[in-house]
């Protein structure tokens, strides 16, 4: 499959070589607004790569307490030594224990970590994160969770690629999460004992189901209750490659999203977020979770408006008080 149109790619590769040659005279803070303004590339073939390997039956659903999950987990942590990402506090591997829901018993899972420090503002943290199981094996079906959510896990890896490569003026804390599936548990782990004090943390972008776009759209999710969230979103929206919209983020039940994945652990502790997400679509927890299914066109698109996203919001976030 290729992603991008040969004639596409050119043009992009030709924009790229004008740039360049503008920003020799340019000062190093307009480098720095050229640098946020752009649209990441990221490696798509890696992107679907991933994708696949984590939505493989091999995996069995990625579900916690696993042998398939720590299958995808060790995946995960040697990727970030691959990448180069700074272990947190010693380890890319934090085991947590949290009680199960309706039940006396808890569930042990491991959240997968990795740093890249900011070179401006190390001490102020951005945290990038997305949930790595899924609900595993079910009257002998398999469930690969391919847009839920090996499509957040295996972008956040591109991201971290990207921002390894590019380091945000604040530390990126990339946390791919367990047992969500389960009820946030190892979102609310992390905010129960973090690893670096809530206090700095700025905000949460977290990714979920972000390539099945059936309909073509990407919500950002959390606008409502952040505002200072919406106009870094809105100027997004006519650069994006895909479509973004906000919403989601209101009234009750289904239709409001701001606790329906791992942002709502950080919502509860007063932290800023942005949730990418699309709609629900037939296969949603469903068998028919499949890779096969994802438009890889979107995924791309997605993927590289979400990391986009976070070079903006790495910028606003200089002028935002401490909280």
Request: proline share 7%.
């Amino acid at each position: 499959m290729r992603l991008i149109p040969r004639s596409a790619l050119l043009a992009a590769v030709a924009a790229v070589a004008a740039a360049g040659c503008a920003s020799s005279s340019m000062t190093a803070g307009e480098r720095q607004a050229l640098r946020v303004a752009a649209i990441p590339a990221l490696d798509s073939a890696r992107l679907m790569a991933d994708l696949f390997r984590l939505a493989h039956d091999s995996m069995a659903g990625r579900a916690a307490m696993t042998p398939q999950n720590a299958q995808a987990r060790a995946f995960l942590a040697a990727e970030l030594r691959r990448l180069g990402l700074d272990p947190v506090n010693g380890s890319h591997e934090h085991p947590f224990a949290m009680p199960r829901r309706n039940s006396p018993d808890s569930v042990r899972g491991v959240n997968v970590l990795g740093l890249v420090r900011g070179s401006r503002f190390p001490d102020r943290v951005l945290v990038v994160s997305a949930h790595f199981d899924h609900v595993g094996v079910r009257n002998g079906n398999i469930y690969n969770g391919a847009d839920d959510n090996a499509s957040g896990t295996a972008a956040l890896l591109q991201l971290a690629a990207h921002f390894r490569a590019n380091p945000a003026s604040h530390t990126i804390l990339f946390a791919f999460f367990d047992a969500e599936e389960m009820g946030l548990l190892g979102a609310r782990a992390f905010v129960a004992a973090p690893p670096v004090p809530l206090a700095q943390i700025a905000a949460n972008v977290n990714l979920d189901m972000v390539a099945r776009g059936d309909n073509g759209i990407l919500w950002a999710v959390g606008t409502n209750p952040w505002p200072q969230m919406k106009p870094i979103v809105e100027a997004l929206v006519p650069a994006a490659p895909v479509t973004l919209r906000m919403g989601f983020d209101t009234g009750t039940g289904r239709d409001n999203w701001t606790s329906q994945s791992d942002q709502g652990a950080f919502h509860a502790q007063g932290i800023p977020f942005v949730y990418f997400g699309v709609e629900d679509h037939p296969d949603y927890h469903q068998p028919g979770d499949d890779p096969e299914k994802v438009n890889g066109g979107f995924y791309y698109g997605a993927a590289r408006t979400i990391a986009a996203f976070v070079a903006r919001l790495d910028a606003a976030v200089a002028d935002w008080p401490m909280r």
